[in-house]
């Protein structure tokens, strides 16, 4: 072995010495340069719980899950309202079970649920007493936010509630034909200080009589009304609610929705909860519903986990209560995916301005650094330039095996002159359907590591 090439498989082999550590100082200021993230700031209060569980559950359901088409089902079916209110005659999810949903939520690697107590449909999940067409008044006969509130509490998984604005039975809500409302109806009484007035009294039941609530996610605030005394209200009531951005003013975290966003960032400068449904077309339970890879979810879900988001992946229940086993299988095989690279997503850091690549994305513990190969693989390489120094240990996180890792020169870089770590032999086509994430375990700082002059750089005959 040439003494300026090195070849790592694992524990044991050759560590590189002798190289000077650079001054702290220059670190921070290359730090700085590169484009180092500022830490999203915590709240610094019982909100700081959404800051550790990261990935949830999100879960539409309602009496929409009856026809099986789509949770809009109403208003892109053109459903007159006096037909689809009849959908409350036929609603009996015998089958509904609270802690079978927890269990797949932790079958999954889920840490939080977030369920549709209200959607655009006007239908309520909860014994409101501020309108009838509730799941009370049904064949059913039972309050489903009480009994997921008890499961959540006695198995300590944060709870959190969306809330649609629109609403297309409540005869004050202004339908007045925008997207996501229906064209005006006869027999209403448009008039929007009664329907917050409404509202503001579902908000009292749903954050006083469940016990502790810990997010409150609005949807679909068509008026644009801005208001910030109905979240402080919230605040009030639940001071460990987290709030989402589609409410009454901009709330504590933002919302992409369905990778929609195509941001590049390598960090996000506020909170985020990205949100994903596993069927293609519908939030809610549909009966042909087509499906997202595997491979699809893992990329969008390890994306935004590496940049210091939060993840919902939603699924709508059948209408008698059970996930879709199709659906089921997806949170079951995303879970043991998710088991064997949590510990890069969970208590680290965005770490992606370290390295020139754009094909990866880095987190960070300590010395550990963490490759995130969430985009296609171009082939079973990857180089980390600038780093110029092996790791002590390198570890494919989703088999547990040793990765061949190498520091000399390439042809690409003939004009630097300069060698780069690479990670040699990935799996890249025996694992294709999947996130493949690396585990660096260094001896030194990583912003050393990632500086000229941090290891190697004079090229021998013998590299060449």
Not at 98 to 103: E, G, I, M, Q, R
Not at 231 to 247: E, S, W
Not at 352 to 358: E, F, G, Q, V
């Given at each position: 072995m040439n003494?300026?090439s090195?070849?790592?498989?694992?524990?044991?082999?050759?560590?590189?010495?002798g190289?000077?550590?650079l001054?702290?100082?220059a670190?921070?200021?290359?730090a700085k340069?590169?484009?180092?993230?500022k830490?999203?700031k915590?709240f610094?209060?019982?909100r700081?719980?959404f800051?550790?569980k990261?990935?949830g559950l999100?879960?539409h359901w309602g009496?929409y899950?009856?026809?099986?088409?789509?949770?809009?089902h109403q208003w892109r079916a053109r459903?007159?309202?006096?037909e689809?209110?009849?959908?409350?005659?036929q609603?009996n999810?015998?089958?509904f079970d609270?802690?079978?949903?927890?269990?797949l939520?932790?079958?999954?690697?889920?840490?939080?649920?977030c369920?549709?107590?209200?959607?655009?449909?006007g239908?309520?999940?909860?014994d409101?007493q501020?309108?009838?067409?509730?799941t009370?008044n049904?064949?059913?006969?039972?309050?489903?936010?009480r009994q997921?509130a008890?499961?959540c509490?006695?198995?300590g998984v944060?709870?959190c509630?969306?809330?649609?604005?629109?609403?297309?039975n409540?005869p004050?809500?202004p339908n007045?034909g925008?997207?996501?409302e229906l064209?005006?109806?006869?027999?209403?009484?448009?008039?929007?200080?009664?329907?917050?007035?409404f509202?503001k009294?579902?908000?009292?039941e749903l954050?006083?009589?469940y016990?502790?609530?810990?997010g409150?996610?609005?949807?679909?605030n068509?008026?644009k009304?801005?208001?910030?005394?109905?979240?402080?209200?919230?605040?009030?009531?639940?001071?460990?609610?987290?709030?989402?951005?589609?409410?009454?003013d901009?709330g504590?975290?933002g919302t992409p929705?369905r990778?929609?966003?195509?941001?590049?960032?390598a960090?996000?400068?506020r909170?985020?909860?990205?949100?994903q449904?596993?069927?293609?077309?519908?939030?809610?339970?549909?009966?042909?519903?087509d499906?997202?890879?595997?491979?699809?979810?893992e990329?969008?879900?390890?994306?935004?986990?590496?940049?210091?988001?939060?993840?919902l992946?939603?699924?709508?229940?059948?209408?008698?209560?059970?996930?879709?086993?199709?659906?089921?299988?997806?949170?079951?095989?995303i879970?043991q995916?998710y088991g064997?690279?949590?510990?890069?997503l969970e208590?680290v850091?965005?770490a992606?301005?370290?390295?020139?690549?754009?094909t990866v994305m880095?987190t960070r513990?300590d010395?550990?650094?963490?490759?995130?190969?969430?985009?296609d693989l171009?082939?079973d390489?990857?180089?980390l330039?600038?780093f110029?120094?092996?790791?002590?240990?390198?570890t494919?996180l989703?088999?547990?095996?040793p990765?061949?890792c190498v520091?000399?020169?390439?042809?690409a870089?003939?004009?630097?002159?300069?060698?780069?770590?690479r990670?040699?032999n990935l799996p890249?086509?025996?694992?294709?359907?999947?996130v493949?994430v690396?585990?660096l375990?260094?001896?030194?700082?990583?912003e050393e590591?990632?500086q000229p002059?941090?290891?190697p750089?004079?090229?021998?005959e013998?590299?060449k």
């Open positions: 003494r300026r090195f070849i790592r498989t694992g524990a044991g082999a050759l560590a590189v010495t190289l000077a550590p001054a702290s100082y670190a921070k200021a290359e340069k590169s484009g180092a993230p830490t999203i915590r610094g209060d019982g700081d719980w800051f550790e990261r990935f999100f879960v009496v899950a009856i026809p099986g088409w789509h949770e809009q459903v007159p309202r006096a689809f209110v009849k959908l409350a005659q609603w999810p015998v089958k609270a802690n079978a949903w927890l269990d939520l932790e079958a999954a690697g889920m840490k939080y649920i369920l549709t107590t209200k959607h655009h449909d239908f309520c999940l909860w409101t501020q309108t009838k067409f509730n009370m049904t064949p059913y006969g039972k309050d489903i936010v997921l008890d499961a509490h006695q198995r944060p709870l509630l969306y809330y649609s604005i629109a609403d297309w409540q004050n809500y007045e925008r997207h996501h064209p005006p109806q006869a027999g209403d009484a448009p008039d929007w200080k009664k329907y917050l007035e509202l009294a579902q908000v009292r954050c006083m009589n016990g502790e609530i810990h409150f996610w609005w949807d679909m068509v008026p009304h801005k208001d910030p005394s109905i979240n402080a209200l919230i605040r009030q009531l639940q001071p460990k609610a987290v709030i989402n951005n589609r409410g009454f901009e504590d975290f929705e990778d929609y966003e195509k941001d590049v960032a960090t996000f400068d909170p985020t909860e990205a949100c449904s596993v069927g293609m077309e519908s939030w809610g339970f549909r009966r042909d519903e499906y997202y890879t595997d491979r699809h979810l990329r969008s879900i390890d994306r935004y986990l590496a940049r210091d988001g939060n993840y992946l939603n699924v709508g229940p059948q209408a008698d209560g059970q996930m879709p086993e199709v659906a089921a299988g997806i949170l079951r095989r879970g995916w064997t690279i949590k510990e890069s208590g850091q965005p992606t301005y370290l390295t020139s690549n754009r880095l513990r010395r550990t650094l963490y490759v995130h190969m969430n985009q171009l082939g390489g990857v180089k330039k600038p110029n120094v092996l790791p002590k240990r390198a494919l989703n088999t547990g095996r990765i061949e520091c000399n020169l390439t042809p870089d003939h004009q630097e002159q300069k060698a780069y770590l990670l040699r890249a086509n025996e694992l294709a359907n999947t493949l690396a585990k375990e260094f001896d030194r700082p990583l590591l990632a002059g941090a290891g750089e004079k090229i021998t013998g590299q």
